[in-house]
């Protein structure tokens, strides 16, 4: 899980020599392994339910159902229609942040801060990061985020690293609500045999099969995990006078890998300076003890069973109305093959008549409406109990067809969508803090970023974290002077990318422009009208009012310089 290579102890434990006592040894990681057995007995639950979930999204569900009789069951897909329109709401907001400072002095590094942060979501490719997430988060309740330092990342020079971390993997404490108030965290992840030992020669000769310590779910394809071996990232927090302190340890069966407290480059400041796990839980229905949700799946799958029984017998009843069925006698005078064969003309019959006593009919009882109902009625509940009613699919059901009108009903059904996007913006907000953090830690070296500016325009600059260390601040008169970190909070918004706010854009731009917003001799109105808005593209469209101006009143540096003195 960790890609830090910050030190070349990771790689050999003979680094470690002259360094203080060793704070973790075998015996501490035998304690740690007992610890984590504790956490996975307490956690299996949950995963068994995951695993399921897994597998009704699949449309699987009947897998684990089919017994007997239901070995021919037949399933719908509209559970996973409803979690495919949550997923589309998801999508459509897409979290973007910005930066506020809590001083006027910070106002700078906070903007610069603005235009950073995006930088390296799209270097992590955040669209793809948040998709996956947003499907963890529907299917079992709670998606996982992974915020850490890659120092291997840019050819050395390190960078950010942000994931998503399958649920399956992490294990904290039972009982908490707050994941950063677990005592430990442990992530277990599969490693192949002969890249650990050719990472860690040591390890050569203790190494054997996977011991099982993870679920995995039922792959479409046969997973061999033999040759492979479960490698754990152990993170816990100790406390040190008023601090506390977040360490880090990694190890294969009892054989220690590295151990930030045995590093004299962290065993006093931690392996984090931010002294947070770096992870994330935003999870979707909360559950009371437990940084874990419950999701979609959970609720609709009792409805989607039913739906799938009636449904089958319905159709299994159409299936028997629509072919005729006979009786016919052992003994009788008709020949049941050139009677079966539809393409025969003629069919052979024994004696000089055929009574109803050689071959008769099967009657058939079709089944009453009322079932069809109870169908449509079962359909409507896992609408209903989903919010994934018609109106916010866009049909237009009950004769409504004024486009204003049908927003507004999508607008009124999308309540739930608005909920749960408000605690996806939470959790984004917690990621942007923590990589902030990190940015203090580790910016160390000058890289150049790519900042859109406040005109619209991409500019290119560098960027570290000398101001983020610390900034000088007098006090009592100036004469004594004190490095301030500087603090900063984070404001999530959504970044609206679906084909209707696109459509709303094109038509605020015409608006603007019949409005006489581009009008130069209207230029000062206009700004001011537009410093009072939030809307897409705010500053672009500033920056074109702005340009108008200067080219109505001279152009050139004339222009510009009389612009800035207004």
Known sequence: MEKNNRNKTEKKREDFSGMRRAVIGEEEIREAVKTLKKYKAAKTNLDERVIENENWFRMRHW???????????????????????KHADLMDSIPECSVLPREENDRREADRLSGVLPVILERNNWMTVYSDASYSKLKTGTAVYSVLWDSSADGGVGEISINNTDILNIFW???????????????????????????????????????????????????????????????????????????????????????????????????????????????????????VGFG??????????????????????????????????????????EFADFNRDFVHVNGSSIG????????????????????????????E??????????????GVTSGVAINALQEAGNKISRDMINATYNAFSQICTIAIELIRQFYTIPRSVRILGSDGEWQYSLYDNSVLKGVLSDNDFGLFPELRAPVFDVKVKAHKQNAFSRSMQNSDALNFYSMGFFDPEKAVQSLACMELMDIENKEKIKSVISKNRMQYEGGGEYGKDRLLRE
């Open 63 to 85: 897998q684990q159902l089919r017994r007997g009789e239901n070995k021919n069951r037949k399933q719908s897909g509209w559970l996973f229609n409803s979690i495919m329109n």
């Open 173 to 291: 404490e039972p009982g908490i609500r707050d994941i950063q108030k677990s005592r430990n965290i442990f992530h277990v992840d599969l490693a192949d045999n002969d890249i650990l030992t050719e990472e860690y020669p040591f390890l050569e000769g203790t190494l054997g099969n996977d011991s099982g310590e993870i679920f995995s779910y039922n792959y479409d394809n046969n997973v061999d995990t033999s040759g492979k071996s479960c490698v754990v990232d152990w993170y816990y927090k100790k406390k040190k006078g008023n601090r506390t302190l977040l360490h880090y340890c990694k190890f294969v069966n009892t054989t220690l890998l590295y151990a930030s407290e045995n590093d004299p480059a962290y065993q006093d400041r931690g392996w984090y300076e931010h002294g947070m796990y770096p992870f994330v839980f935003d999870a979707l229905f909360k559950e009371e003890g437990t940084p």
């Open 296 to 337: 979609f799946i959970d609720i609709m799958k009792d409805a989607q069973e039913e739906i799938d029984i009636l449904g089958n017998e319905i159709i299994r009843n159409a299936r028997l109305g629509a072919r005729k069925r006979y009786f016919t006698r052992i003994d009788g005078a008709v020949n049941e093959e």
């Open 356 to 383: 109803e006593e050689s071959i008769r009919e099967i009657g058939f009882t079709p089944l009453s409406s009322v079932y069809i109902t109870v169908l449509n009625n079962k359909i409507a509940e896992l609408k």
């Open 385 to 398: 109990t989903s919010g994934n009613r018609d109106f916010t699919q866009g049909s237009t059901v009950g």
